[in-house]
């Protein structure tokens, strides 16, 4: 029980380090809110990249920063006229708000290619595929028959949480239609997608919605939970730039298009993915 509440304290840490660590570094990047494209960035010889701190993505382990978005961004962007300025946060909400508003010139994070997210930034090419899962107990399966959910036509009348306008929303939302009832939706604020796992690992929850890698991860600390259960299918995944930036967004797509061909990416994709 001790070892338990150790490996749930580390998730709720992982938040609150990365929300300091944020907050830091943004109070350090209020030079500018107007967006920048590739002239701009040339000239300041700097690309300011927001990225999601996480046990994947970013995250600072045995007095190094590693991560799967970490590796990536220095793979593709290293020697290419410009230092790389990379601020770790939680919120996904407030990370597209950063990012219209021209505060970042980056967000290398998983975004999930949706038509509503289009609409308010640009996407790269896809950096890789994955897909949402649902999260919940196993010990749910001996407390309730209703309580663990097996079939996604069991979602109906149940609560799920995710973040702070999750793309998944989405996809409950037309899993719903899909199985004509209702499926209630919890935004929690200020949270990323490891600490809603400890939620529920806890028992202050009973479901989440979240990337089906992070999930697999949290599994090696909580094996309480369970995540076999797909919300939807294998989606694309992409970066984000300000659609103010359209020749960034160009070099990016043409740097990623060649890079993820190439045995680094690979490597670096196995060294974090299952």
């Known amino acids: 029980m001790v070892l338990e509440k150790k490996k749930l304290i580390k998730y ?3 938040a609150a380090l990365g929300a300091v660590i944020g907050t830091i570094l943004n109070n350090r990047n209020k030079e500018s809110l107007t967006a920048r494209d590739w002239n701009e960035i040339i000239e300041n010889q700097e690309l300011r990249i927001l990225t999601t701190y996480n046990t994947i993505d970013y995250i600072l382990k045995d007095d190094s920063v590693q991560g799967f978005q970490y590796e ?5 962007l290293d020697h290419k006229g410009f230092s790389l300025k990379i ?3 939680v ?4 990370q597209i708000e950063d990012l219209k508003s021209g505060k970042y010139d980056l967000l290398a994070s998983n975004l999930i290619v949706t ?8 996407l790269t090419y896809p950096i890789l595929k994955n ?3 649902l999260v919940q107990r196993k010990d749910s399966i001996a407390l309730s028959d209703s309580l663990f959910i097996d079939n996604q036509i069991n979602l109906a009348k149940k609560t799920l949480y995710v973040i702070k306008d999750s793309p998944a929303i989405l996809r409950i939302n037309n899993l719903s239609n899909e199985i004509a009832d209702t499926i209630y939706i ?3 604020e200020k949270y990323g997608e490891e600490q809603l ?3 529920v690992a806890h028992g202050d929850i009973n479901y989440a919605v979240c990337d089906e890698q992070i999930a697999l991860n949290a599994l090696d600390s909580l094996p309480q939970i369970d995540a076999s259960l797909a919300i939807g299918f294998t989606q694309f995944y992409s970066w984000g730039v300000n659609k103010e930036s359209p020749i960034l967004l160009d070099s990016l797509n043409i740097w990623i298009d060649k890079f993820i061909q190439t045995k680094e990416y690979q490597k670096i994709y196995s060294k974090y993915y299952r």
């Open 131 to 133: 897909k949402q899962v």
């Open 72 to 76: 990536l961004l220095h793979a593709i």
């Open 12 to 14: 709720v840490l992982l």
């Open 186 to 188: 919890e935004e929690l």
């Open 115 to 122: 038509s509503e997210l289009k609409e308010q930034i640009a």
């Open 87 to 89: 601020t770790p946060t």
């Open 91 to 94: 919120d996904l909400s407030q």
């Open 197 to 199: 796992i400890a939620l």
